[in-house]
Every structure is written in structure tokens, then in C-alpha cells.
């Protein structure tokens, strides 16, 4: 204990007068961390780290304090792989009621109507009706319905384990961007606290960014009506749970999490209109637009799925979006140009590929 004592205080005599020498600017570069390695120089980055500079600045105009430094974030196609070869509740309910040795004989028609469709999509590339995503979310609400949430976890935790289809070396449950990733920590970092606000169910994400740290009080998401597990038909305020009892899934769709909705639950579970948004999709226009009426300094990104060479994507069409989403005075994140990986070492583009 004695010497490593003489050790700091000879370190101290030796190099404090040259680091009081230092200039502001030299000391910060010293203690400067690179939150992004994964990232080449690029405009968005730019604009987020200028932006954040700024809010976090005590002598700035447009500083927020950190009760209100809240960031939101879609899933698919933001910081989660989308296409292998579509998102994963698609594919989690076309195992389920097609494959699943456990449930498919059971299925409901209308259930397995759904998961065909999906099934036919992928496959064959025979387009999804109109107002899929609401078909999909009435058929994931019975499909899972009787399952406890404890059940239902462990479900999407086992499927999410396997390798993702259009991928060597990774697993679904391991398809996160890595350079949105670092997005996180630098968020954390400067004292922000931001929330999943996803159209898929809100347990499925739960599950999926539990290995992330994120809390699962900061999920948002699709919802079916829950009750617990010997309630019945009884209304919840007529009836007290039992010590045993689980918290058991029902047939019935509470809200597809898409566009307005997402407004409106940000609205009721966050209480604060976001100052930075992030997102994918027309689904993530109105969260954006949300954010950016807020009266603090406010920013929103859209990332577009442009490279086709690292990843499955339909570039022309990102290209596209790419143009509208400026338009919309949104900040454009480039996969192909801004990121330096996708999904990390060791993650290859492979064909798909089909039993």
C-alpha cells in the first residue's frame, strides 16, 4: 500500500505540471473516449455529435437539463436486423403456426392463413395483402394467447437463438447494428435516457434487448390484453390475484404500435415529447414529427437500408426514401456509407435459404 502510494505521488510530481500546462482543449482531447468506431465521418454523425455538444453545454442557448435529454428509437430496421428474410415476429409466427410441432395442428385458419402469407412472401415474393400489419398483429394475438409472459419469454428467446436466415455468424437474437449500438452509449454518456418505441409486441422486444441493458420499463411496443392466470372472464377490478398466479396473454390486440399510436403512447407512458428520434420507416414519421415540435432543440434520423452488398436491401429504393426523408427535414443515416460494419466481425451476407 506504501509504495503504490510513493508510485501516484512521484506520477504526480513528475507529470502534474506538464498536464496543468495543458490547454483546455488538449485536456479534453486526452480525455476524449471515441464513442464510434464503427462509424466513418459522415454528415449524420456530425449533426448528432454537434447537436449533443450543444443541448449538454451549461453556457448554451439551447441547453436540456437531464430530465429531459429523452431519446426514442424504433427496433426493426433501426438498431435490429429487418430483412432476414423479414422481421422477426413475421418469421416468429410463421415457425409457430407452420412449423412449431407444439402449436401448428392447433392453429386457428386464420392464424395459419396469416403465417402462409408470410411464408408465401419470403418464399415466392407473392405480396402481403393490404393492412398486413394489422392482419399479422390480430394472428399473433391468438397465436400466443394462454402462453404466461415468463412462458412467452423463454419462447422468443429459444427461437432468437437460432442462426438468422441470410447470415453466417450471427443469430437473431445477436442482429443488432453495432454502430447504433454506440449510439446508446454515447446517449447514456451524455445523460440521455431513451426508450424502444417499436410496432412489433412490446415482449418480443423485451426479450430481444434484454442483452443491451435496456430496462424493460423503457419498451414500448404492440399490446394484447393481459389477465392473471385464474381470473377468467372477470373484470380485473372485480377480481384479486392470487399469490400463485401468472400474468397470462390473451387472444385479444390492445394496439399496433405504428405511426400516431406511437405518438400517443409515448404520450402516455413517457410524459415527455422527445428531443431526438430515430427511426426507419414511414411507420416513424409521426414519433419524428412529434419530436420535432418540441420547444427544446430537437433532432430526428432515418436510417435507410442502402447497402445491398453487406446486407439484404433493396438499394434503389432506400436511395429514394433517402431523398423524401431530407425532404421531411429528417437527418439520413447511410448504412453503405456511414457505417464501417453492419452487424460486426465475423457476419457474413449468405443466400437465403429454405427447408
Not at 103 to 123: G, L, M, N, W
Not at 149 to 164: N, R
Not at 281 to 288: E, I, L, P, V
Amino acid at each position: 500500500m506504501k509504495k503504490s502510494f510513493l508510485w501516484i505521488l512521484a506520477v504526480i510530481l513528475i507529470y502534474g505540471p506538464v498536464m496543468t500546462s495543458c490547454s483546455k482543449d488538449e485536456v479534453e482531447a486526452i480525455e476524449k473516449k471515441d464513442y464510434f468506431p464503427s462509424w466513418n465521418n459522415c454528415e449524420a454523425l456530425t449533426a448528432l455529435q454537434d447537436y449533443v455538444k450543444d443541448v449538454t453545454n451549461p453556457n448554451s442557448p439551447n441547453f436540456i437539463s437531464v430530465e429531459d435529454r429523452i431519446a426514442t428509437f424504433d427496433m426493426d430496421g433501426t438498431f435490429v436486423g429487418e430483412l432476414y428474410p423479414t422481421y422477426f415476429e413475421y418469421n416468429l409466427l410463421e415457425y409457430r403456426a407452420l412449423d412449431d410441432p407444439s402449436y401448428r395442428d392447433k392453429a386457428p385458419a386464420d392464424v395459419r392463413e396469416t403465417a402462409q402469407a408470410i411464408r408465401d412472401f419470403v418464399r415466392n415474393g407473392k405480396a402481403l395483402p393490404d393492412h398486413f400489419d394489422m392482419q399479422h398483429a390480430h394472428a399473433a394475438a391468438k397465436a400466443y394467447a394462454g402462453m404466461s409472459l415468463a412462458q412467452f419469454d423463454t419462447y422468443v428467446k429459444t427461437y432468437a437463438s437460432l442462426p438468422a436466415n441470410g447470415f453466417k455468424g450471427m443469430t437473431y437474437g445477436k442482429s443488432f447494428y453495432q454502430p447504433m449500438l454506440e449510439v446508446f452509449d454515447y446517449l447514456k454518456a451524455n445523460g440521455f435516457t431513451y426508450y424502444v418505441v417499436s410496432g412489433s409486441d412490446r415482449f418480443i422486444c423485451r426479450a430481444l434487448v434484454e442483452s443491451l441493458g435496456i430496462a424493460p420499463n423503457r419498451v414500448i411496443g404492440m399490446d394484447v390484453r393481459l389477465v392473471s392466470s385464474s381470473q377468467g372472464e372477470e373484470a380485473g377490478v372485480n377480481y384479486t390475484m392470487g399469490k400463485e398466479e401468472d400474468i397470462i396473454r390473451t387472444d385479444e390486440l390492445i394496439i399496433k404500435n405504428l405511426k400516431t399510436n406511437k405518438v400517443l403512447q409515448i404520450t402516455q407512458e413517457i410524459g415527455k415529447v422527445p428531443v431526438l428520434s430515430f427511426g426507419n420507416s414511414s411507420g416513424d414519421c409521426a414519433m419524428h414529427n412529434y419530436c420535432l415540435n418540441n420547444k427544446l432543440r430537437c433532432a430526428a434520423f432515418m436510417l435507410i437500408a442502402d447497402d445491398d452488398v453487406r446486407d439484404h436491401a433493396n438499394r434503389e429504393k432506400a436511395l429514394s426514401l433517402g431523398t423524401k426523408w431530407r425532404d421531411s427535414g429528417y437527418h439520413v443515416i447511410s448504412m453503405k456509407d456511414d457505417f464501417r460494419t453492419i452487424y460486426g466481425p465475423g457476419v457474413e451476407k449468405v443466400d437465403f435459404t429454405f427447408p
